[in-house]
């Protein structure tokens, strides 16, 4: 069956490829960017299946005019894909406050303003799924990405509060948290800095890996946009899909580790319940 897509960030990367392969199976797409030269092929070879418009996440009025287009021309909206958003590299320091402001509003309450144009329509209609990109960065906190991370587990918990109150109203959730893709992420889209001698092992070494690993990251934007094109025609999605073998492999890390540290200061955790009349000594670092 057909459905009404609408995508962020439909100019370039995974969100360009999951465009692509949107229209390809034959559904309706409003394709959104702020560069609309870079979606005028699009608008060209689907004809009357694409819709092209402007967007600036961070604009209310401008991502409420996305979702009305989306009515006004193709007659509902089934999928909604927030995919905008860049990540730049430099120790938390370093970084100003006005660049963590700028990528938190992009990436978070980017995802925040355009999810919440849609939500009455969604939920009017009693159907509809929100698929969110995410990151590993949105799990795992890596060095010279603070402000992307914060913003990225921003997402994360926004996300699955979102599932629980409109799960029952027929809205599926959906958070996507891809790995390296062979997209312009690690290159024109992120601005590298390796920053002071201090942080050399930490967010030098990111930088530095983040310029050799361009282009050779182990994901296929094709291969990502199939994915998410086969999660958003299940009737029962998964909340959370991490896409490539990285993305799994440091999830899969990350978490024994945080697993190990639960067991490792478990009895000091539970030593803070109230005990009606324990007196003095209970805790497990105090002396017997």
Avoid at 65 to 88: C, M, Q
Avoid at 102 to 125: D, Y
Avoid at 165 to 183: A, C, S
């Amino acid at each position: 069956m057909s459905q009404v897509w609408l995508i962020t960030g439909s100019s370039r990367g995974i969100g360009r490829a999951l465009a692509e392969a949107v229209l390809a199976a034959g559904h309706k797409l409003v394709a959104t960017a702020r560069d609309l030269p870079q979606l005028e092929d699009l608008k060209k070879r689907y004809a009357e299946n694409v819709l092209t418009i402007f967007l600036d996440v961070t604009d209310e009025q401008s991502a409420a005019s996305a979702v009305k287009a989306a009515v006004e021309t193709f007659g509902r909206l089934d999928v909604l894909v927030n995919n905008a958003g860049y990540g730049d590299v430099g120790s938390i320091e370093d970084t100003s406050l006005a660049d963590f402001r700028a990528q938190i509003e992009t990436n978070l309450f980017g995802t925040i303003i355009v999810t919440k144009a849609a939500l009455p329509l969604m939920r009017e209609q009693g159907f509809g799924h929100i698929i969110q990109f995410s990151s590993v960065g949105g799990r795992i906190g890596p060095a010279g990405r603070g402000p992307y991370a914060a913003a990225k587990w921003g997402v994360e918990g926004f996300s699955e509060v979102l599932a629980r109150e409109v799960g029952p109203l027929g809205i599926k959730v959906t958070i996507i948290e891809p790995g390296g893709f062979r997209t312009d992420f690690a290159g024109a889209s992120t601005t590298l800095r390796e920053g002071r001698p201090e942080y050399e092992d930490t967010v030098g070494k990111m930088a530095r890996y983040q310029r050799d690993y361009n282009g050779k990251q182990p994901g296929d934007p094709a291969k990502a946009a199939a994915a998410v094109l086969y999660v958003a025609g299940l009737a029962e999605p998964p909340l959370r899909l991490p896409l490539g073998s990285d993305a799994i492999r440091g999830l899969e890390q990350n978490d024994a580790v945080r697993a190990e540290a639960h067991r490792q200061w478990r009895d000091l955790s539970i030593s803070t319940d109230f005990e009606p009349g324990a007196g003095a000594g209970r805790f497990p670092w105090e002396a017997k």
